[in-house]
């Protein structure tokens, strides 16, 4: 398994820009082939230039996978001389221009790249270049950050928050005992346990019939917002339960847009994080087994399958910006 950063694509209407409407469509045609756009460092004189490979899915017409390769010189021995070999050691990136926002997964791998700022950096240079070229616009790769707490993003988006979901740990119920004495030591202002009895009840009976409990909080029928309450009885237990079992919230907005939360900030860096997810990347180096021709990947029927999972992993990003479009994301 591997770790693949979240990020997403935001355009940039310049003065003069041509085609704006049809951005998407541009920035699709730059990933056609492999040798449709070249990536290069951006120096003048020598650039480094860095190999890569593209493959579209047969299935799910939008998404694209690259095989993006350094360019790195290994110092080695030979004839009992110091000297230097050519290594290109490679990522995958996965970009989705399908939904409203073009969003790109780069994997996490520190042999190929020492971070996926790295690669979101050279990607976003040349693609930016070429656009603003052809076309007159520019872009931005951004990363897709994990908030830093469930009160934050509740307060920040509280006019668009339209449901929690708590979900039920697979703990056994003395290693939630455990944790809760830990948490009632420490005694955060929101801490309750007054229906906690109530919570391991149905987090045991999930665990037993072998399901994945979650319990939704909407708000009233008359309110189309759920609102930030933290004097509420049967919110602060399920922050507490939350906390203990360090189960994330999951906040959804009213663009059906979701955030995965820790209860506590202290759960989290204080430096915010790239949001990552897990995928086998065996699937992803099935796709690019077959032959080549004219720069594209022979598909085959039966890869179905490594597509299939490719796309779940897909739908499952989402970005949604906090304040009102100032420039066009994707």
């Keep these: ?12 209407q310049e003065d003069g820009c041509r085609d704006w409407e049809h951005r998407r469509e541009h920035f699709a045609r730059l990933l056609e082939k492999d040798d449709s756009i070249e990536f290069h460092d951006g120096k003048e004189k020598n650039p480094t230039v860095f190999k890569h490979q593209v493959y579209h899915l047969s299935t799910t017409p939008g998404i694209t996978v690259m095989r993006f390769a350094n360019n790195l010189d290994i110092p080695i021995e030979r004839d009992f001389e110091p000297t230097l070999a050519k290594d290109e050691p490679s990522c995958f990136v ?13 994997q996490c791998r520190r042999k190929a790249f020492g971070n996926t700022e ?6 976003s240079y040349n693609i930016s270049q070429r656009l603003f070229k052809d076309y007159g616009y520019t872009c931005d ?4 950050y994990c908030p830093a707490d469930l009160f934050t993003m509740w307060e920040r988006l509280e006019e668009h928050v339209k449901e929690l979901k708590f979900g039920m740990t697979q703990m056994s119920e003395e290693e939630i005992f455990k944790t809760l004495n830990d948490l009632q030591a420490d005694k955060p202002a929101y801490y309750d346990d007054s229906l906690m009895g109530a919570l391991l009840q149905m987090s045991a009976a999930a665990r037993e019939s072998q399901y994945y409990g979650q319990i939704t909080v909407r708000p009233p029928i008359r309110l189309n917002r759920l609102r930030v309450e933290k004097s509420s009885t049967y ?6 339960y939350s906390n203990a079992v360090d ?4 906040l959804v907005t009213d663009e059906g847009v979701t955030y995965r939360c820790y209860v506590d900030s202290k759960q989290v860096s204080e430096k915010e994080k790239i949001l990552c997810h897990q995928f086998n990347e065996k699937y992803l180096e099935y796709l690019f087994k ?5 720069g594209k990947v022979t598909v085959p029927e039966n890869y179905q399958y490594e597509e299939g999972t490719l796309v779940t992993l897909m739908d ?7 304040k009102p479009n100032e420039q066009d994301a994707a």
Excluded at 94 to 106: E, F, K, S
Excluded at 118 to 123: D, F, G, H, R, Y
């Design 1 to 12: 398994m591997s770790r693949f950063a979240q990020y997403y694509v935001i355009f940039h």
């Design 235 to 240: 919110i602060r237990n399920l922050l507490t």
């Design 290 to 294: 077959q032959s080549r021709t004219e």
């Design 247 to 250: 189960e994330p919230v999951e």
């Design 94 to 106: 996965i970009i989705d221009n399908r939904g409203p926002v073009c969003m790109i997964a780069i």
């Design 118 to 123: 790295k690669v979101a950096e050279i990607l």
């Design 316 to 322: 499952g990003m989402k970005h949604i910006e906090e």
């Design 141 to 144: 790769i951004d990363p897709e």
